[in-house]
Structure formats: structure tokens, C-alpha cells
């Protein structure tokens, strides 16, 4: 079991840069892959980055690659996610999510087995 608690969310103007944070419970932290999605008003949840075990790995969705970088520290059992050059399409719930080693590359929801509660950021133009 799994416990994620994102946070780091807030308002911020276009061009503005964010990082994201979710800390989790449990000892086997280091042995999940970990990914980020996000969801606005009125459209389902999509994908956002991914990173494996070890974060030597990492994979982006197109629409972040080369503005969202994901990394985590296995020592503190903390994933985050710097987000600059933001949009106001960027605006969403940001949930970050665990799954086994088997989930690294996908982007598919159900991939993942556990969640945050979710973290608000909000792109003004």
C-alpha cells in the first residue's frame, strides 16, 4: 500500500514556472515507477510525465516534453515535477500516481495503481 499526498499547486502567470511535489508512504517507494497526470474542468485525465524506479528513465507526454521535467529522490520517498514556460492550457488537477515497474512507458490511467488527492495549478493569461 501506497499513500501519495501532492503538493505545490497554486497560481501562477503565463511563462511562470511551478514544481510539484507528492511525498508517499511506505518502505517500497524506490520499487514503483511513478507518473503525473492532470485534469481540467470538463476533459478526462491525461498523462503527463513518468519516471522508473530509479529515475534513470523518464517519458513525457508531447504536449509538456521540454518544458515539464519529472526526477525523484528515493531517499526522501518524494517524486516532483519543475514545470516552466506555463501555458493556460496547463491548468488542471495534478494528480501524481504509483504503479509497478510493468507501468513504466505506459501513459494509460490504469496503469497505476495508486493516487494523490490532487493539486491545483492555475495559468493565468
Known amino acids: 500500500q501506497v499513500q501519495l499526498v501532492e503538493s505545490g499547486g497554486g497560481l501562477v502567470q503565463a511563462g511562470g514556472s511551478l514544481r510539484l511535489s507528492c511525498s508517499a508512504s511506505?518502505?517500497?517507494?524506490?520499487?514503483?515507477?511513478m507518473g503525473w497526470f492532470r485534469q481540467a474542468p470538463g476533459k478526462e485525465r491525461e498523462f503527463v510525465a513518468g519516471?522508473?524506479?530509479?529515475?534513470?528513465?523518464?517519458f513525457y507526454a508531447d504536449s509538456v516534453k521540454g518544458r515539464f521535467t519529472i526526477s525523484r529522490d528515493n531517499a526522501k520517498n518524494t517524486v516532483y515535477l519543475q514545470m516552466n514556460s506555463l501555458k493556460p492550457e496547463d491548468t488542471a488537477v495534478y494528480y501524481c500516481a504509483a504503479g509497478p515497474s510493468s507501468s513504466y512507458g505506459s501513459s494509460r490511467y490504469g496503469s497505476y495503481d495508486y493516487w494523490g488527492q490532487g493539486t491545483q495549478v492555475t495559468v493565468s493569461s
Open positions: 511506505g518502505r517500497t517507494f524506490s520499487s514503483y515507477t
Open positions: 519516471i522508473n524506479w530509479s529515475g534513470g528513465k523518464t
